[in-house]
């Protein structure tokens, strides 16, 4: 049998839905963005709320705990965007239905093993991200952040930044899927699309009632002053060259990370190199320190 569904995760859902429903073995889904098959496929529409469909349908199965988590498991997986994973997703749904209870113990089954171990995937970048987001001002009280992340991990790491960033507007860029996640008190979220991919920064890119960072800057008088320079400053004058493990920080911090941080050790080098043994500034000759 194969399906045809819509490239979303409420699409893939109402595939599996409809192969549920019929007993479905081992179906093979296609998404309307795969390439053209010459076989016979069987389309199926995303229906609405599947979401909390699939919900009350495994929590009556397994219990509340068991079929969240198996729920939390399938969409976590489903965000490592690894090819070939839906027929190993739908089998690990068919399993935990069929078995009444969570399957994600059950690792010599090849489905499980490869769903369980995109979810660690995508979890575990989302958890690294929560602590290697770094954020800055670009208008007004407006904070932005930016990341190229290998899995879809934007959804998992939002609701971390809206709760602990509830009174404050941010944007969280995911560079990668050209995404952008707006947050504005009281408003919730919305997601955007980058108007201009092949740019590095949000330059020309202008979010719904926000003005272009262009103009911001030109009302706002005096340039903000560079805390990120001041920060790699600090980072190469606290640093002993000495005792530079670059084995163990690649360990700890691997390079694809460092592009965005604003402790980038590339960055930070290079202020080494240039002003390391200038004098320090007196209290008070830095525009932003009393």
Same mark, same amino acid.
């Given at each position: 049998?194969?399906?045809?569904?819509?490239?979303?995760?409420?699409? $893939? $859902?109402?595939?599996?839905?409809?192969?549920?429903?019929?007993?479905?073995? /081992?179906?093979?889904?296609?998404?309307?963005?795969?390439?053209?098959?010459? #076989?016979?496929?069987?389309?199926? @529409?995303?229906?609405?709320?599947?979401?909390?469909?699939?919900?009350?349908?495994?929590?009556?199965?397994?219990?509340?705990?068991?079929?969240?988590?198996?729920?939390?498991?399938?969409?976590?997986?489903?965000?490592?965007?690894?090819?070939? %994973?839906?027929? /190993?997703?739908?089998?690990?749904?068919?399993?935990? #239905?069929?078995?009444?209870?969570?399957?994600?113990?059950? #690792?010599?089954?090849?489905?499980?093993?490869?769903?369980?171990?995109?979810?660690?995937?995508?979890?575990?970048?989302?958890?690294?991200?929560?602590?290697?987001?770094?954020?800055?001002?670009?208008?007004?009280?407006?904070?932005?952040?930016?990341?190229?992340?290998?899995? /879809?991990?934007?959804?998992?790491?939002?609701?971390?930044?809206?709760?602990?960033?509830?009174?404050?507007?941010?944007?969280?860029?995911?560079?990668?899927?050209?995404?952008?996640?707006?947050?504005?008190?009281?408003?919730?979220?919305?997601?955007?699309?980058?108007?201009?991919?092949?740019?590095?920064? #949000?330059?020309?890119?202008?979010?719904?009632?926000?003005? @272009?960072?262009?103009?911001?800057?030109?009302?706002?008088?005096?340039? @903000?002053?560079?805390?990120?320079? %001041?920060?790699? $400053?600090?980072?190469?004058?606290?640093?002993?060259?000495?005792?530079?493990?670059?084995?163990?920080?690649?360990?700890?911090?691997?390079?694809?990370?460092?592009?965005? $941080?604003?402790?980038?050790?590339?960055?930070?080098?290079?202020? @080494?190199?240039?002003?390391?043994?200038?004098?320090?500034?007196? /209290?008070?000759?830095?525009?932003?320190?009393?």
């Amino acid at each position: 049998m194969f399906v045809l569904h819509e490239p979303t995760f409420d699409g $893939l $859902l109402s595939a599996f839905a409809w192969c549920l429903r019929r007993r479905e073995p /081992h179906p093979v889904f296609f998404a309307d963005s795969d390439q053209p098959v010459l #076989l016979p496929v069987q389309p199926v @529409a995303a229906e609405s709320g599947i979401r909390a469909l699939f919900r009350r349908h495994f929590c009556r199965q397994l219990g509340d705990a068991a079929g969240q988590a198996v729920l939390e498991t399938v969409y976590t997986a489903y965000l490592s965007e690894q090819e070939g %994973l839906s027929a /190993h997703l739908y089998r690990y749904l068919f399993l935990a #239905l069929d078995m009444k209870k969570d399957p994600a113990a059950l #690792l010599q089954d090849r489905s499980v093993a490869a769903v369980v171990q995109a979810a660690r995937r995508a979890g575990g970048q989302a958890h690294q991200y929560l602590g290697l987001l770094r954020f800055r001002l670009i208008h007004g009280q407006l904070y932005m952040a930016e990341f190229s992340p290998d899995c /879809h991990v934007l959804p998992l790491i939002l609701p971390h930044f809206a709760d602990r960033l509830s009174d404050q507007p941010f944007v969280i860029c995911d560079r990668r899927r050209q995404l952008a996640a707006w947050y504005r008190p009281g408003r919730g979220c919305s997601l955007h699309l980058l108007l201009d991919p092949d740019e590095e920064t #949000l330059t020309g890119t202008v979010l719904p009632g926000l003005p @272009a960072p262009a103009a911001s800057a030109q009302a706002g008088g005096e340039p @903000a002053p560079d805390f990120e320079q %001041l920060w790699q $400053l600090y980072l190469a004058r606290l640093a002993i060259p000495e005792r530079r493990n670059r084995k163990l920080q690649m360990a700890n911090m691997p390079k694809k990370y460092w592009r965005y $941080l604003a402790e980038n050790p590339l960055a930070a080098a290079q202020v @080494a190199a240039t002003k390391r043994d200038a004098p320090l500034p007196k /209290h008070g000759s830095i525009p932003f320190l009393p």
